[in-house]
């Protein structure tokens, strides 16, 4: 099974926020998990 990188979901959500009345998303990590790459 292939599972979709990390990046991918998170723009997939993004896109979904569009729909809702609130749009907060966090991106939350341990430090050093890439969150700012």
């Known amino acids: ?3 979709e990188p990390l ?3 998170i ?3 993004v896109k979904q926020l569009d729909k809702l009345y609130h749009r907060l998303m966090l991106v939350v ?3 050093g998990a890439g969150k700012t790459t």
């Open 1 to 3: 099974m292939i599972t």
């Open 29 to 31: 990590a341990p430090s």
């Open 7 to 9: 990046a991918d979901k």
């Open 11 to 13: 723009m997939r959500k």
